[in-house]
């Protein structure tokens, strides 16, 4: 069975930066892409940013030139670091992660928990 797990959300204030971290334990034999997605009430949830297991990053508009994402192979866990938050950042933010339990096995994308991020003075 695989796990992911995130930490680090809370409340900021305008302006204020987070880092969030999301990790992956269990059975796992290699990880593929990892991501951040998030959630506000009443709305669907969206892509954040993804990176992949070379470091190739990817990100939403929205936080653009904002955000980080980053990884530590070593310890399956995947990291977001968003600067100049702003109140329309406020979400639940949930990790994914592309796993594999063996080399005979498919990727399967798990999911965390979530963790609520909210931006408000």
């Known amino acids: 069975q695989v796990q992911l797990v995130e930490s680090g959300g809370g409340l900021v204030q305008p302006g204020g930066s987070l880092r969030l971290s999301c990790a992956a334990s269990?059975?796992?034999?290699?990880?593929?892409?990892m991501g951040w997605y998030r959630q506000a009430p009443g709305q669907e949830r969206e892509l954040v940013a993804t990176?992949?297991?070379?470091?190739?990053?990817n990100y939403a508009d929205s936080v653009k030139g904002r955000a980080t994402i980053s990884r530590d192979n070593s310890k399956n866990t995947v990291f977001l670091q968003i600067n100049s938050l702003k109140p329309e950042d406020t979400a639940v933010y949930y990790c994914?992660?592309?796993?594999?339990?063996?080399?005979?096995?498919?990727?399967?994308?798990?999911w965390g928990q979530g963790t609520q991020v909210t931006v408000s003075s």
């Open positions: 994914n992660a592309d796993i594999r339990s063996s080399i005979w096995r498919n990727y399967i994308r798990y």
């Open positions: 269990g059975s796992i034999f290699s990880i593929n892409s």
């Open positions: 990176i992949t297991s070379g470091g190739n990053a």
